[in-house]
């Protein structure tokens, strides 16, 4: 995702109350922090626009967790179809 000497930036949005206990239940579901989770959503959101630039940036654990919830996603398409 990042090179190893590249620094961090912190990203500051607001959300209401009741979208923070929503992001927070679906990271903890998870198994991720909010922060893992929230980026993991925005990747998998630009990735399957087919931005290039985010698909390059992607690697290691986020393309593992990115992968897992692509084949979820089919999963439940499948079900429901």
Known sequence: MREA?????VVIFKVTAQEQKLIERHAK???M????????TLYLHMV???D????RLVG???RN???EKLRSMRLTR???D
């Open 29 to 31: 579901k998870a198994g």
């Open 65 to 67: 967790r990115l992968a």
């Open 5 to 9: 000497r590249e620094p961090l930036v």
């Open 33 to 40: 922090t909010v922060s893992d989770y929230v980026r993991t």
């Open 78 to 80: 499948a079900v429901e």
């Open 52 to 55: 290039l630039e985010a698909i």
């Open 48 to 50: 399957m626009a087919g």
């Open 60 to 62: 290691g654990e986020l």
